[in-house]
């Protein structure tokens, strides 16, 4: 396995059972590189004051498994919308190799609305749009959510369009309308977008690109001044209203618990009862299934672009460290 600044306990990597679950060397392996990353994440927001918690599953995880879900592959984290642009402004200077911080204000090609912190010394392959591959922890901004249904409604399906805008800007190229598995209809109406992105020159990074995600940032964060109940995770996709915490847990760097997590403790939600029950119901009953991530590969030895050149595979550039 890679080299980590974090100390990792012997025992952890062995194979063992959780929960009727087999969890491999391979995957401890994987989750070690991410404890690594969220303990590097940590001591960036400590020495500026920065709040940030676990979400969703990783939550889940802290409270009925006291770590990982056994059958999970990723640690998820989210931060307040104003620390969280913070972390954005400051990431350049604070995470050396081999830690890389990628979000759209530091590579307007990435094709997510939040962030990733990676280890660019592993391999993650998860998604052919992105250019970088290493293994990785998602870092969440959480928004105002408007107590108004109205208003609400309104600014989801906003989103919603935006969002689909921006989806096919980053993912629709030459071989996306080929792909297989899908109706001719589809093939048809995907080549159509292709099309005119070649006519207008529309492109990820470019000016039409930029102007979308700057609008789909005003629409997430327009109610930020307005004193509301809930905050929640409005960067993916779609308002999700089963995934909402407290404004007042939030409040201020104090407001967050901390949750015994594998050999480490991060903060948690002080509220995190209303959080999964609005989530998961009967959360401390697991549902089994797989969080494994889609195309996946992944290797905690080797360096994305070398794993990459090995394979014959093109879809990548050098991190900004080796550039």
């Not at 087999?22 to 989750?31: A, D, G, H, M, N």
């Not at 879900?69 to 402004?89: F, G, H, S, T, V």
């Not at 809930?230 to 909402?244: D, K, T, V």
Request: contains cysteine; aromatic residues 14%; glycine residues 4%.
């Amino acid at each position: 396995m890679v080299n980590l600044k974090l100390d990792i306990p012997t025992d952890f990597l062995k194979e063992e059972v959780r929960w009727n679950h087999v969890i491999s060397t391979k995957t401890k392996e994987l989750w070690a590189v991410e404890l690594d990353l969220a303990v590097e994440l940590r001591r960036v927001c400590n020495k500026h004051n920065l709040r940030f918690a676990l979400s969703s599953g990783s939550l889940l995880g802290a409270v009925r498994h006291k770590g990982f879900i056994p059958w999970d592959d990723d640690l998820d984290l989210m931060m307040p919308r104003q620390d969280y642009e913070k972390l954005c402004a400051i990431a350049h200077s604070e995470f050396g190799h081999p830690y890389y911080f990628e979000c759209f204000r530091t590579d307007p090609t990435f094709p997510y609305c939040y962030a990733k912190l990676m280890n660019v010394d592993t391999t993650f392959y998860e998604n052919k749009c992105v250019r970088h591959h290493g293994i990785y922890i998602d870092i969440f901004p959480y928004d105002n959510i408007i107590d108004d249904d109205v208003l609400l409604a309104k600014q989801g399906q906003g989103l919603v369009k935006l969002f689909k805008e921006l989806q096919r800007i980053s993912f629709c190229d030459a071989n996306y309308y080929k792909e297989s598995g899908i109706s001719f209809a589809r093939k048809m109406a995907r080549l159509l977008i292709y099309c005119k992105k070649q006519l207008f020159n529309i492109k990820p990074g470019g000016k039409t690109h930029m102007s979308i995600f700057n609008k789909y940032e005003e629409l997430v964060t327009r109610y930020n001044n307005v004193a509301t109940k809930y905050m929640g995770p409005l960067s993916i996709y779609h308002i999700n209203c089963e995934n909402l915490i407290l404004s007042e847990d939030v409040d201020s760097i104090n407001s967050f618990i901390p949750m015994d997590f594998e050999f480490l403790e991060f903060p948690g939600l002080r509220h995190y009862h209303e959080n999964l029950t609005s989530r998961y119901g009967d959360y401390m009953q697991p549902v089994k299934g797989s969080s494994w991530h889609k195309l996946m590969e992944f290797d905690t030895d080797k360096p994305y672009y070398v794993y990459f050149k090995e394979k014959g595979m093109k879809n990548f550039i050098l991190p900004p460290s080796l550039q």
